[in-house]
């Protein structure tokens, strides 16, 4: 895995997997279409099978855990396969359960005094989260001068069109979102369609101009 898990692609999807069954195609679609980080929600019943399924079939792809909310969850993720966590917030108790984990974690945060909180316990990687009702690109930016070691993975409501604005700002290193994953493909099962998605989401660079 590269140093950091911003730096692995541009986006990662956000997969909220409902059968099992469908989790290695899934995954081999995305990293087929240059998408090789995949966090997958612990929201469903089946995710941990899930992680545990890609981890084990698909070597191309970076399995991780998304919405890791306790300790429990973080161990039992890290057993299936899970490469990489992330968690919608933090507490100290979480942190730390991340932390001993041994494997590379981004909490979450929305406001200054979390990012700032995380930047005392020498956390500077967090996930920008819900990025969109949080205050979007405005709100990362302003960010940037005053704590310009933090960076952020935005998540929550980022698409195609908006994902270029938030990948051309200097403290951001990739977007996590789901519009390459959209539910009527998954349900259908059509992973021709998630792939040509997943390499149109793998053509956004970060640093890039916004469009």
């Given at each position: 895995?590269?140093?950091s898990?911003?730096?692995?692609?541009?986006?990662v999807?956000?997969?909220?997997?409902p059968?099992?069954?469908?989790?290695?195609?899934?995954?081999?679609?995305?990293?087929?279409?240059?998408?090789?980080?995949?966090?997958?929600?612990?929201r469903t019943p089946v995710?941990?099978?899930?992680?545990?399924?890609?981890?084990?079939e698909?070597?191309?792809?970076?399995?991780?855990?998304?919405?890791v909310?306790?300790?429990?969850?973080v161990?039992?993720?890290?057993a299936?396969?899970?490469?990489?966590?992330v968690?919608?917030g933090?507490?100290?108790?979480?942190?730390e359960?991340?932390?001993?984990s041994?494997?590379?974690?981004?909490?979450?945060?929305?406001?200054t005094?979390?990012?700032?909180?995380?930047?005392?316990?020498?956390?500077?990687?967090?996930?920008?989260?819900?990025?969109r009702a949080?205050?979007?690109?405005?709100?990362?930016?302003?960010?940037?001068g005053?704590?310009?070691?933090?960076r952020f993975c935005?998540?929550?409501?980022i698409?195609?069109?908006s994902?270029?604005e938030?990948?051309?700002?200097?403290n951001v290193g990739?977007v996590g979102?789901t519009?390459?994953l959209?539910?009527d493909?998954v349900?259908?099962?059509?992973?021709?369609?998630?792939?040509?998605?997943?390499?149109?989401a793998?053509?956004?660079?970060?640093?890039a101009?916004?469009?």
């Amino acid at each position: 895995m590269s140093a950091s898990l911003l730096d692995l692609a541009p986006v990662v999807p956000v997969a909220v997997v409902p059968d099992a069954a469908d989790a290695v195609p899934l995954a081999r679609a995305l990293v087929a279409g240059g998408l090789p980080a995949i966090e997958v929600t612990l929201r469903t019943p089946v995710a941990l099978d899930a992680i545990r399924a890609i981890a084990g079939e698909v070597p191309d792809a970076v399995v991780g855990a998304g919405t890791v909310i306790t300790p429990e969850q973080v161990s039992r993720a890290v057993a299936a396969g899970a490469r990489f966590l992330v968690s919608p917030g933090w507490t100290d108790v979480l942190l730390e359960a991340m932390r001993a984990s041994g494997v590379p974690f981004l909490p979450g945060v929305s406001t200054t005094s979390e990012v700032v909180a995380l930047l005392e316990r020498g956390v500077t990687e967090m996930k920008f989260f819900p990025a969109r009702a949080a205050g979007g690109t405005a709100y990362l930016e302003a960010l940037a001068g005053p704590l310009p070691q933090a960076r952020f993975c935005p998540t929550g409501g980022i698409g195609l069109a908006s994902a270029p604005e938030y990948l051309a700002l200097p403290n951001v290193g990739c977007v996590g979102g789901t519009w390459m994953l959209p539910g009527d493909a998954v349900a259908a099962r059509d992973w021709a369609r998630i792939e040509s998605l997943a390499r149109e989401a793998a053509a956004l660079s970060a640093g890039a101009t916004c469009r």
